[in-house]
Antibody
Framework: QVQLQESGPGLVKPSETLSLTCAVS?????????WGWIRQPPGKGPEWIGN???????YFNPSLRSRVTISVDTSRNQFSLKLTSVTAADTAVYYC??????????WGQGTLVTVSS | SSELTQDPAVSVALGQTVRLTCQGD??????ASWYQQKPGQAPVLVVY???TRPSGIPDRFSGSRSGNTASLTITGAQAEDEGDYYC???????????FGGGTRVTVL
């Protein structure tokens, strides 16, 4: 069973860049599927951020596209998220996910990122 | 704002049946997935596709679709079914994903 684990700073200052990494185990990213990020602000529903294929092809939520970068490192079997110019509105639990056909089949446990000075 | 619309809250008596709905244009082309979320936990997939349950999900959960509306039915609701339920599908372009705003289920 594929497993995903997010890691990164839990506190980011306003205007700085949020950086998270998702380590994938029991499945090689190079084998296929899209790999993505979802966030959930406190008390609100999930929001899809974007995804990437192992080849590097990626798609982003139009509302975040200008601030988001997603990259993949097949040698380390992990992928990463960068979100620039963060504000308090970016405070959320961030999940990494595997997209299998038309479902978000596997989720990490999530990591809370708080934007505060 | 979500491109999938869900009722904010619903309550159901213990052992009774409740149906949650999710509306959106993308559902005419793509099946919805349904997630259950309890406080402090990651969402858990309970139904996807035409009506498929992942391993370990009780058969009291079932899904269906009609036109632009997807439904999740809990037949014989149990106390442990309380939580927030989110629907999700690809958007109309097929390249992005959208979520509903969620329905909070209370079992009385």
């Amino acid at each position: 069973q594929v497993q995903l684990q997010e890691s990164g700073p839990g506190l980011v200052k306003p205007s700085e860049t949020l950086s998270l990494t998702c380590a994938v185990s029991s499945f090689s990213i190079s084998s296929g599927y899209h790999w993505g990020w979802i966030r959930q602000p406190p008390g609100k529903g999930p929001e899809w951020i974007g995804n990437i294929f192992h080849s590097g092809t990626s798609y982003f939520n139009p509302s975040l596209r200008s601030r988001v970068t997603i990259s993949v490192d097949t040698s380390r079997n992990q992928f990463s998220l960068k979100l620039t110019s963060v504000t308090a509105a970016d405070t959320a639990v961030y999940y990494c996910v595997r997209e299998a056909y038309d479902i978000l089949s596997n989720w990490g446990q999530g990591t809370l990122v708080t934007v505060s000075s | 704002s979500s491109e999938l619309t869900q009722d904010p809250a619903v309550s159901v008596a213990l052992g009774q049946t409740v149906r949650l709905t999710c509306q959106g244009d993308s559902l005419r082309s793509f099946f919805a997935s349904w997630y259950q979320q309890k406080p402090g936990q990651a969402p858990v997939l309970v139904v996807y596709g035409k009506n498929t349950r992942p391993s370990g999900i009780p058969d009291r959960f079932s899904g269906s679709r009609s036109g632009n509306t997807a439904s999740l039915t809990i037949t014989g609701a149990q106390a442990e079914d309380e939580g927030d339920y989110y629907c999700n599908s690809r958007d109309t372009s097929g390249d992005h994903w959208v979520f509903g705003g969620g329905t909070r289920v209370t079992v009385l």
